[in-house]
């Protein structure tokens, strides 16, 4: 039977087991393995170098490494709450100490500099406030999970404003390129006072209404000393616009009461 089928399929070619190879074909792939592998590499390699010039170049301008802003101390933390919560008790400069380092400009640490921004205290503030407010709560009978993350909703709304303020005010005044964690630093210094306004409120209504004026009026103070640091310190033409400037200034100081008083006012 097998002998009879491969008889009558004498006549028909089989394939080869081993085909040979092409010589044409694999000279035509291995140049163009060797173009993608070299022109299509080092054009992506070009890409890469020149999209990393330009975060670095561009995006570190408006953010900054976040290490930088928790590097504290305890004697950092208890100076700048004195700073924060007494800025007309602080007699020394507002200015910042820079570190040149690589050719760029740069600015020492938190740790080393008690005018440099932070966000230790300003996380450990707002953790403060909220936590205060759901001890309020409770003793007001409105305390749920539900309220509580109405609170905590509302003091981040709160925090965003005060960023959004200042981000507009330093636009007005043309200076825009000050890093966005510096200016999240700088606002959520607010709720330093306003924890110990809340604080106070869980024990006297009346001491809560004498210390919220007080701690806007210090909050306000600082940021106007800190805004007009990095006015004199990126914009060359403030003295053009002196009174432009002062009234803006006024205004953000202002702007205080309200935000602190709308925050104050847990379980509203």
């Not at 510096?182 to 959520?188: E, L, P």
Request: proline share 6%.
């Amino acid at each position: 039977m097998y002998d009879n089928l491969g008889a009558s399929q004498v006549g028909m070619q089989r394939p080869p087991l081993n085909p040979q190879p092409n010589p044409f074909g694999n000279a035509f792939y291995g140049a163009g393995s060797g173009l993608i592998r070299g022109g299509l590499g080092a054009y992506g390699e070009r890409i890469l170098g020149s999209g990393s010039d330009y975060v670095e170049s561009n995006i570190s301008k408006y953010f900054s490494d976040p290490q930088y802003y928790f590097q504290v101390n305890d004697q950092y933390v208890r100076n700048k709450l004195k700073v924060i919560l007494f800025p007309f008790l602080h007699r020394g400069h507002w200015t910042r100490i820079t570190d040149p380092v690589g050719g760029r400009l740069s600015y020492k640490p938190p740790i080393y500099d008690i005018n440099a921004p932070d966000l230790y205290i300003p996380f450990m503030s707002f953790g403060t406030y909220v936590v205060l407010a759901g001890f309020s709560l409770g003793l007001l009978g409105k305390f749920s999970p539900e309220t509580l993350s109405l609170q905590f909703t509302k003091g981040l709304l709160g925090w965003f404003l005060q960023v959004a303020l200042l981000k507009v005010l330093l636009y007005s005044l043309g200076s825009g390129e000050a890093p966005l964690l510096d200016i999240v630093a700088y606002a959520g210094y607010a709720f330093t006072g306003m924890s110990l306004a809340v604080l106070a409120g869980i024990f006297s209504s009346i001491t809560y209404y004498i210390l919220m004026p007080w701690f806007c009026i210090c909050m306000g103070i600082f940021l106007v000393k800190t805004m007009k640091r990095v006015l004199f310190a990126e914009v060359r033409s403030y003295e053009k616009h002196s009174s432009r400037h002062h009234y803006l200034l006024l205004f953000m100081a202002v702007a205080q009461f309200p935000l602190f008083f709308w925050l104050g006012n847990v379980g509203s």
